[in-house]
């Protein structure tokens, strides 16, 4: 059997939904189809989630959500006239949800609706069991899978029936909904196909494939026939955003292949996500912006047992997690993302953390993007190392640091933010992409 995700821009409007049935009909195979909220229908739309978020937001600003919902309600009876399907049961589950979000239910609560929602419409359209998720999808305090999860699938699972599943939520041990971070319903897809142990898990979205270097900034870029999980997790790390970044999880370790496909091309073959591959060649890269950097500086900073420890641990306090390190023998740099915290608690944590730790120095420096290169190959090919240097050198884009060998898959690049578009455009002209 197939599990199939389709992404939000897939299943934003009626005739995205169509176009997903003659998908669904052209294989029979395909049995679990986990669905997102309707997404952006044009450039400068706003996805059903955000306007989720929004209904939320007036009601803890004290006002109803009323006008918010409105535009929700909208899209949903747009959705559900284009697919000549009866509509009357809708009303009276809008009006609860509505209710539910005006009485404070929070921001879980409200977010998941918009999956929860299209995959009512959908299974009816589709004439498929709706299987929610809710008492299904069990999350951990920590956000992770719990195991729980995959037996629950397999108690209601029917073999050779189909469904239709809301993407992007579940419920804690106490039952009460949690959703994923942004993009997850390509969690949920991951999760189905583990649990069921499909042949394959087509994840169908606006784009054939995963590209090797972003299409809206290099031009002739394509997409990439075959990647491992690896690769493509360490791609979606660095801000590629096809596949999001944490659904790799409940499928490793599985034999599945994922196959992005593009629903408005599906004729064409996609990527192939797999567990292993040969070769030793690149498969892309990609870049993420927003990152600010802490510099601590202490004279035999290394000698000291435990010092990491302790100030990672300090910092967490004030918020703020690192994502990158680079570690020296008198001084640590590491970066985080710049929405963690404002400049006060920034503030506060550099002169707490000198005080505590009797630093000599311990500074923030903000705006630096990091710019990935990934691929098996890396470990083989150090060659790669100065090839991208000197690139960004002769190109003058200032390279911040170089982290090669922390992964086998991938080397991180940190540059001035700003200069990431620039840097990914002569990036992927050096290497092929
Ligand atoms: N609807 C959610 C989002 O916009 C989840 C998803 O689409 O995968 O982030």
Same mark, same amino acid.
């Given at each position: 059997?197939?599990?199939?995700?389709?992404?939000?821009?897939?299943?934003?409007?009626?005739?995205? +939904?169509? =176009?997903?049935?003659?998908? !669904? %009909?052209?294989?029979?195979?395909? $049995?679990?189809?986990? &669905?997102?909220? /309707? *997404? @952006?229908?044009?450039?400068?739309?706003?996805?059903?989630?955000?306007?989720?978020?929004?209904?939320?937001?007036?009601?803890?600003?004290?006002?109803?959500?009323?006008?918010?919902?409105?535009?929700?309600?909208?899209?949903?009876?747009?959705?559900?006239?284009?697919?000549?399907?009866?509509?009357?049961?809708?009303?009276?589950?809008?009006?609860?949800?509505?209710?539910?979000?005006?009485?404070?239910?929070?921001?879980?609560?409200?977010?998941?609706?918009?999956?929860?929602?299209?995959?009512?419409?959908?299974?009816?359209?589709?004439?498929?069991?709706?299987?929610?998720?809710?008492?299904?999808? +069990?999350? =951990?305090?920590?956000?992770? !899978? %719990?195991?729980?999860?995959?037996? $629950?699938?397999?108690? &209601?699972?029917? /073999? *050779? @029936?189909?469904?239709?599943?809301?993407?992007?939520?579940?419920?804690?041990?106490?039952?009460?909904?949690?959703?994923?971070?942004?993009?997850?319903?390509?969690?949920?897809?991951?999760?189905?196909?583990?649990?069921?142990?499909?042949?394959?898990?087509?994840?169908?979205?606006?784009?054939?494939?995963?590209?090797?270097?972003?299409?809206?900034?290099?031009?002739?870029?394509?997409?990439?026939?075959?990647?491992?999980?690896?690769?493509?997790?360490?791609?979606?790390?660095?801000?590629?955003?096809?596949?999001?970044?944490?659904?790799?999880?409940?499928?490793?370790?599985?034999?599945?292949?994922?196959?992005? =496909?593009?629903?408005?091309?599906?004729?064409?073959?996609?990527?192939?996500?797999?567990?292993?591959?040969?070769?030793?060649?690149?498969?892309?890269?990609?870049?993420?912006?927003?990152?600010?950097?802490?510099?601590?500086?202490?004279?035999?900073?290394?000698?000291?047992?435990?010092?990491?420890?302790?100030?990672?641990?300090?910092?967490?306090?004030?918020?703020?997690?690192?994502?990158?390190?680079?570690?020296?023998?008198?001084?640590?740099?590491?970066?985080?993302?710049?929405?963690?915290?404002?400049?006060?608690?920034?503030?506060?944590?550099?002169?707490?953390?000198?005080?505590?730790?009797?630093?000599?120095?311990?500074?923030?420096?903000?705006?630096?993007?990091?710019?990935?290169?990934?691929?098996?190959?890396?470990?083989?090919?150090?060659?790669?190392?100065?090839?991208?240097?000197?690139?960004?050198?002769?190109?003058?884009?200032?390279?911040?640091?170089?982290?090669?060998?922390?992964?086998?898959?991938?080397?991180?690049?940190?540059?001035?933010?700003?200069?990431?578009?620039?840097?990914?455009?002569?990036?992927?002209?050096?290497?092929?992409?």
């Amino acid at each position: 059997m197939i599990v199939c995700k389709f992404g939000g821009s897939s299943v934003a409007t009626a005739s995205q +939904i169509k =176009k997903v049935k003659a998908i !669904i %009909d052209a294989n029979a195979e395909r $049995n679990v189809v986990v &669905v997102s909220a /309707p *997404g @952006k229908r044009f450039k400068d739309d706003t996805k059903v989630t955000d306007l989720l978020y929004q209904c939320n937001d007036a009601v803890r600003a004290g006002a109803s959500c009323r006008p918010v919902f409105s535009k929700i309600e909208e899209r949903y009876h747009d959705i559900i006239s284009g697919l000549k399907i009866q509509s009357r049961w809708l009303q009276p589950i809008l009006d609860d949800v509505r209710l539910h979000i005006d009485a404070g239910s929070g921001p879980n609560y409200a977010a998941s609706r918009g999956e929860y929602l299209n995959a009512r419409i959908i299974a009816k359209y589709f004439g498929f069991e709706f299987l929610d998720t809710e008492s299904l999808v +069990i999350l =951990k305090a920590d956000g992770s !899978i %719990d195991s729980r999860t995959y037996d $629950n699938i397999r108690r &209601v699972y029917k /073999p *050779g @029936k189909k469904y239709v599943v809301p993407g992007f939520y579940g419920s804690n041990i106490e039952g009460k909904i949690l959703t994923f971070a942004r993009g997850g319903s390509d969690i949920t897809g991951s999760i189905f196909s583990r649990a069921l142990n499909a042949t394959v898990y087509e994840n169908w979205t606006d784009v054939s494939g995963v590209y090797g270097a972003n299409p809206t900034i290099v031009e002739d870029a394509k997409p990439v026939a075959e990647m491992t999980y690896g690769e493509v997790r360490e791609l979606s790390g660095v801000g590629a955003g096809v596949f999001q970044e944490e659904a790799i999880a409940p499928i490793y370790g599985t034999q599945i292949p994922i196959n992005i =496909k593009n629903t408005n091309r599906p004729e064409d073959v996609g990527t192939m996500i797999v567990p292993t591959r040969k070769g030793d060649d690149l498969v892309g890269l990609s870049a993420k912006k927003g990152y600010n950097r802490i510099t601590v500086r202490k004279l035999m900073l290394f000698k000291q047992r435990g010092i990491r420890h302790a100030l990672l641990t300090m910092m967490v306090v004030f918020g703020v997690r690192p994502a990158f390190s680079c570690y020296g023998i008198d001084s640590i740099v590491w970066y985080f993302d710049a929405s963690l915290a404002s400049d006060s608690v920034l503030r506060m944590m550099c002169q707490r953390l000198k005080d505590e730790f009797d630093l000599q120095e311990a500074f923030v420096e903000k705006g630096f993007s990091i710019v990935g290169v990934v691929g098996q190959g890396l470990p083989e090919h150090p060659e790669i190392v100065s090839k991208c240097a000197m690139c960004l050198q002769e190109n003058h884009i200032r390279t911040v640091f170089i982290n090669y060998g922390a992964s086998d898959l991938s080397m991180l690049i940190g540059v001035p933010e700003g200069t990431e578009v620039e840097a990914q455009k002569v990036l992927a002209k050096a290497l092929g992409f």
